[in-house]
């Protein structure tokens, strides 16, 4: 390992523009003749358009053009799709409603748009939205997913009947309910996964710049996949064919997921751009993030988890409700399917599992992907039914967990998934001992004559990132593939450039790709730079989420590099009068092994590029492209332990210790990893004890519209965490790494949640824990 | 926001004269609440005269146990006056608590009292202090002062130039926050005087800064955080929110007094 290579903690090279303020983001964008843009949104959550004046508008100061849903109707631009087919156990395929970008006849969620002003500067703008007079027909709105599928619930969309997208299952229900009416124990609860909204600390924005001569487009915007946006509003929203669209994501301050999706504004943006004559900026406010990103998470689950009198699991049976929001977003349907009820097995040996998933329309921001997708919600049923269990049965938490653990690999689950790599165990005590897990009883004595309530809580979780192959999610439904791209360009001086299909919005990629070529070819890591983001300078790619950058990404220039480094060898070889077979790249330089004799890397790269001496019939140039497909997912794992004390005056939790022990397989730069786990965490303590998305339930208003009542996790909400790995290496890519961008969000509201339980001895207990619910439920508390 | 005209006064009668020439004036002192709710379009006054630089309304004054606090007074100011420290330290600490350091170096108590936020930190101070609360035309008793949510008794061109209390033998305050806005969910000060005790709660009361008399009726007999022991708020009267049931805060109001009481007598 070099100081610069695989393993090293280097510094981001990015952090210098971020930390200073040079990044440069889509607001920061400016186009000659650009104009800006306001949207004209829904104030209510359901109600019928009945006629839409811009008489008054248009004639406000500075406006170019107010611009409706009916117009873009009659350009021709499509609806918005969710890109992955799911179908009921009936066979039929979901019910997917209409989205138009901007809404014609019906708005269903607040802050649906409606029309979108284009004007001199961004405040006239938004005056001349106020003034679109938008006649509406108030109607009834349902915001519970649960109250959404009761007879007589308002209907959202004529395409799905009862508001039920769709009612879907995997597993087996009949050999799970045997299991469960066989139990020597069976654990039952009601658990519910809360909302979220993502709060990406950049909001999102677009620029769209329709050139006329050229009959071409340009939409700079906040994405984390450009390639995918831009096929999608090519293929799908008749916005231009791809040849005359580039899409580009400059720097883009967090996704979380919200960042996939192509959502209306860029689409209008692109499309009012032509029809305005002017490119026109947008972005949003933190109020309009609030009601208008992708929402994540909000499930309703029954579960019940079967023991036999030995304590080894032997069945779970699973049946949510999820919440889609108003329209169904781009991935939407697959969070809840294939991101979630196929990962229920956990750590464990499973026998029978099934699980049930109804999909539901409510008056509600679109609901998608946001950090973990899914696997948040599938660890967080999991791992508190199975604390719950071993408290029920009056054993100790983590020794229900040992006795159940896989130990052989591959595993196949009774749920889709084949794991291929881990060791829990190893996990599991590096996280005990991390936490004085035995010591734990002295503390919560000591805690007790202090006044405090001390609870201990554990979550062994798994996920699975790198969602591949894209032969097997084609069949799972899934509208694209999910491999990665890469090109490497070595220059003639031998500098080199990595374009990558991942995008980095916060990752750290220009630093661990970079390492990634350094410790191939000793060149230093600032003569390599990573380009992204840009259509035009990027072969296609799939962009990033799921944590699949590295697994994928850099597997993709992994394979790349192979191919670089053959062709070097052979110039090399060529150069020195040596065999291809001898030569051995080492400290920038190409040897003859076991000898002197040596070129270094610029020199061999210059005779690339001069021709003059290359080997007999070699093209001439140094740069090679791979797209890389896995063969599996991968399956990062870990075990968390959190500690807490309860304030049993007001209900307030302080996290006294929390501790993360996590198998990412090989790891390219630790210093990012420990960030990734760390920023994972926050988020994690932020469902569980703070974050919370509210929708008033008569009128759909979003009651938590900005920060004075969302409450975000500060950094005085979280203790110093502790935090190691250990390594499994994946099998099943070249560089034997896993995903780690969403372990922290995935495995730790469990160990809070279980945590708190512990103290107040109350296993009732719903996400965000606030002091109010706490203080609720310790005066309620009996175990259950 | 929509646009708007800043002024800077130079005087309380400029200020005055100020509004006076504008179709809408706000005086404006801080702007904690104003500006968020003028960015959020929920209000749109043609002029602001700024107060926040008027010399006379600055600074802090301390004369045995008579306190003057100019209105323009920041929080930050407040909270690290070395004379005010040493006669009335729970005023200090409860200016320090307000908000964070950005908030602290804008907001005023003048704006404070004047806007009389429900979960407002100051103004249970006042009321629990007995403070007066003199303005450009006369004096007010807190007592007086605060009507109701955002309500005061403050006439249009009325200014709020200090606030005057004498300290008490013993004072404290202890709020619990909101977890998102951070500002008081309950907040409670507690001020004894021979004459008896006041308990002032800010941040629980569905129509504002109110006294509790549970709690006043039990620290009058002991000023001893054990006095509350068992004793109990009806929560009649309470706010109900996303953050807190009116029970919730009825509890608060007890644990609030006792912290607060435990910190007065130090």
């Known amino acids: ?784 | 926001m929509y646009q708007t005209n800043y002024h800077r006064a130079s005087s309380v009668a400029d200020a005055v004269k100020l509004q006076k020439k504008a179709d809408d004036g706000k005086f404006v002192s801080g702007g904690m609440t104003l500006i968020q709710t003028m960015k959020q379009r929920l209000a749109a006054p043609s002029d602001l005269i700024d107060l926040r630089h008027i010399k006379e309304l600055k600074g802090v004054k301390v004369s045995g146990k008579s306190v003057t606090i100019g209105a323009a007074t920041t929080h930050a100011e407040v909270a690290s006056d070395a004379k005010l420290a040493k006669a009335c330290p729970a005023i200090c600490h409860l200016a320090a608590h307000i908000g964070d350091p950005h908030v602290r170096n804008m907001g005023t108590i003048g704006g404070s009292v004047a806007n009389n936020d429900p979960a407002a930190d100051y103004p249970a101070a006042m009321l629990a202090l007995d403070a007066t609360i003199v303005t450009n035309k006369r004096e007010i008793a807190a007592a007086k002062f605060f009507t109701g949510l955002f309500e005061t008794a403050l006439k249009d061109d009325e200014i709020v130039t200090a606030v005057t209390f004498t300290v008490p033998d013993k004072c404290g305050y202890s709020k619990f926050p909101n977890p998102a806005s951070r500002y008081a969910m309950t907040g409670v000060f507690v001020a004894k005087r021979k004459d008896g005790v006041k308990a002032a709660v800010t941040g629980a009361g569905d129509d504002g800064v109110f006294r509790s008399k549970e709690v006043e009726a039990a620290l009058s007999k002991k000023f001893d955080a054990s006095a509350l022991d068992g004793v109990k708020v009806s929560a009649k009267n309470l706010m109900t929110d996303i953050h807190a049931t009116a029970e919730y805060r009825a509890n608060l109001i007890v644990v609030m007094a006792k912290r607060a009481v435990a910190a007065a007598n130090g």
Request: hydrophobic content about 40%; aromatic content about 8%; charged content about 20%.
């Open chain 1, 1 to 784: 390992m070099g100081m610069e290579g695989i393993g090293a903690r280097v510094a981001r090279k990015e952090d210098k523009r971020f930390i200073t303020g040079a990044g440069r983001y889509v607001d920061d964008m400016v186009v000659p003749g650009m104009k800006h843009a306001a949207f004209v949104r829904s104030p209510y959550a359901h109600a019928d358009i009945r006629k839409i004046d811009i008489k008054a508008a248009e004639k406000m100061p500075g406006v170019i053009a107010v611009l409706t849903g009916k117009e873009l109707k009659a350009d021709g631009i499509g609806n918005l799709i969710c890109g992955w087919m799911i179908h009921s156990k009936d066979g039929s395929p979901m019910n997917m409603g209409a989205w138009s970008p901007l809404a014609v006849d019906r708005v269903r969620y607040v802050g649906d748009a409606v029309a979108i002003v284009v004007a001199e500067t961004k405040g006239q703008a938004r005056d001349a939205a106020e003034a679109v007079a938008v006649s509406y027909k108030e109607k009834k709105a349902v915001t519970d997913a649960v109250a959404a599928l009761k007879s007589g619930a308002p209907q959202l969309h004529p395409e799905a009947a009862g508001n039920l997208i769709y009612d879907w299952e995997i597993g087996d229900s009949a050999a799970a309910d045997k299991a469960i009416k066989a139990a020597a124990h069976v654990t039952t609860m009601h658990i519910v996964n809360n909302r979220l909204v993502p709060n990406a600390m950049e909001p999102r924005a677009a620029l769209g710049h329709y050139d006329k001569a050229e009959d071409h487009y340009t939409c700079w915007t906040t994405s984390q996949n450009p390639h995918v946006a831009r096929l999608v509003m090519s293929a799908f929203y008749n916005v231009a064919p791809e040849n005359k669209l580039r899409v580009i994501a400059p720097d883009v301050g967090g996704g979380f997921g919200s960042k996939i999706y192509i959502y209306p504004e860029e689409i209008v943006c692109l499309w009012a751009s032509k029809k305005s004559g002017v490119p026109v900026k947008w972005v949003a406010d933190r109020t309009e993030s609030f009601m208008t990103d992708a929402h994540g998470r909000d499930h309703v689950t029954e579960v019940k988890l079967a023991l036999d009198k030995d304590h080894k699991i032997t069945a779970l049976k699973v049946d949510t409700i999820a919440n889609f929001g108003a329209y169904m977003s781009l991935f939407s349907s697959a969070v809840p399917t294939y991101l979630y009820a196929t990962l229920l097995s956990g750590q464990y040996v499973i026998p029978a599992i099934h699980c049930n998933v109804k999909a539901v329309y409510t008056n509600t921001a679109p609901v998608d992907a946001y950090r973990g997708a899914g696997r948040p919600e599938a660890t967080y049923v999991l791992e508190r039914v199975v604390e719950t269990a071993a408290r029920e049965v009056g054993v100790s938490p983590a020794e229900l967990r040992r006795k159940n653990f896989i130990r052989s690999f591959p595993y196949q689950t009774p749920v889709i998934m084949n794991y291929d790599a881990g060791d829990y165990e190893t996990s599991l005590n590096a996280a005990m001992k991390a936490a004085d897990y035995a010591g734990f009883e002295k503390r919560r004595e000591k805690a007790k004559k202090a006044g405090k309530l001390r609870g201990i809580g554990m979550s062994c979780y798994i996920e699975a990132c790198g969602i591949a192959p894209s032969a097997a999610v084609g069949s799972l439904g899934a509208g694209v593939g999910l491999w990665e791209s890469a090109e490497v360009r070595v220059n003639a001086v031998g500098t080199i450039e990595v374009l990558t299909g991942s995008h980095s919005h916060g990752q750290g990629h220009e630093t661990t790709f970079a390492q990634l070529v350094s410790q191939r070819f000793g060149v230093p890591l600032d003569q390599v730079s990573i380009v992204h983001g840009d259509t035009d300078k990027v072969q296609m790619g799939m962009g990033t989420y799921g944590s699949r950058s590295g697994a994928v990404g850099m597997s993709a220039i992994h394979k790349a590099l192979d191919k670089v480094e053959t062709k070097a060898k052979k110039i090399a070889a060529h150069l020195l009068e040596a065999d291809e077979g001898d030569i051995v790249i080492e400290n920038g330089e190409l040897k003859v092994a076991g000898t002197d004799k040596a070129v270094p890397w610029f020199q061999m790269a210059l005779s690339a590029y001069t021709a003059h001496n290359l080997p007999e019939g070699m093209e001439p140039g140094l740069k090679e492209g791979a797209f890389y497909d896995p063969s599996n997912f991968t399956f990062p794992a870990g075990c968390y332990i959190c500690e807490v004390e309860v304030d049993p005056d007001t209900g307030q939790t302080e996290i006294v210790q929390f501790v993360a022990a996590d198998d990412f397989g090989n790891i390219i730069n630790p210093m990012i990893v420990e960030g990734q786990v760390h920023g994972g965490i926050a988020q994690g303590v932020g469902q569980a004890l703070l974050e919370g998305c509210v929708y008033d339930a008569g009128s759909g208003q979003l009651v938590t519209a900005s920060y004075m009542d969302y409450t975000m996790p500060r950094a005085s909400d979280l203790p110093s965490f502790k935090v190691s790995t250990s390594n499994t290496p994946c099998p099943s890519n070249p560089l034997g790494i896993k995903g780690c961008g969403e372990a922290g969000a995935i495995g730790s509201p469990p160990a809070v949640i279980n945590a708190i339980t512990d103290a107040i001895q109350n296993n009732d207990l719903a996400m965000p824990a606030t002091p109010q619910k706490v203080w609720a439920a310790l005066k309620a508390a009996t175990r259950h």
